[in-house]
């Protein structure tokens, strides 16, 4: 044999006799695919706070970023009408009620005049009749009067649900309408949403975990909700993130969703050896003898918690490897 064969054949086998013999298998498995999307940082609900009455916004009490609870008084409108309303309610309160004392006196005096047969009893009912009517008077003078000092009492703004203030698109001065926002409330819990093409719908489960890249590093969410509804060829999916940083509402997070499984075959790490810009691996035949094998290598997989690397070309699966370090 000449010597620069056997130099040859030496060198390529130096490295299978360095290793150790542990015997692995060239395993397919089903892997899966993963799909880059950007989501963002939104609340599940977001309601807005509107004005109940028209007039004079004199208070607002809550600024972006604000925490309120539900039914917390984030402002006041005031209509000064109503304050002039309510004197003039006041006004005929008053004088019904002095009314009202002047006509039961005039039964008592009518009473004690048909006691003595000076008056009839048709003048006594008529008497009786002018104080009912007074008295009724008073009491739809008293609705009205509840009435105003309801639509007054509806100039507070309350937050309609527990959470953070958005935005306050309007300021304390301002002239508003009947039904105007005066902020917008997020609440129900901040997840990440997600706007993802409606051809991996049928990929979507929730429950599915979700992997996220944050500056801390990777982590894991949990998909929450997929909602029904398809906007502009769409589905919005909302996942569930352990500590999820809500200091800036709609901030972009890049997601990546399990969207398709494909068969791969993988490898231990340690199964690979790299000479001359080559990846080779060590085939162990039926008859013992073991034989490198370029392949091509992929990205890392994970199976069952545990990193292999997958074989794009070069084996079938099946195959009998001898895996070790040189």
Known sequence: MPKSILIGTLITLLPMLAWAQENVTASTVEVT??????GRIEARDQIPARSRLGGTLVEVSVVEGSKVGAGQEIGRVVDEKLAL????????????TSQLQNAEAEVARGENLLERGVTTAQRLDALRTQVDVIRGQIGAAQAERNVLEQREAEGAILAPIEGTVLTVPVTAGSVVMPGEVIAHIG????????????????????????????????????????????QNGRVIADVDVPGLETDFVDARVLVRLPVATSSAIVVPENALTSRMGLDFVAVKASDGTIMPRTVVVGSERSVNGELFIEILSGLEGGEQLVTGHE
Not at 85 to 96: G, I, N, P, R
Not at 189 to 213: K, Q, S
Not at 215 to 228: F, H, I, M, N, T
């Open 33 to 38: 695919d993963w799909k880059a999307v950007f």
């Open 85 to 96: 309303q309510l004197s003039a309610v006041d006004a005929t309160l008053s004088s019904l």
């Open 187 to 230: 609440g129900g819990g901040f997840y990440l949403r997600l706007a993802v093409p409606e051809r991996h719908a049928m990929y979507l489960n929730e429950g599915d975990t979700i992997r996220i890249e944050s500056p801390d590093g990777e982590q894991d969410g949990r998909l929450a909700k997929v909602y029904p509804q398809i």
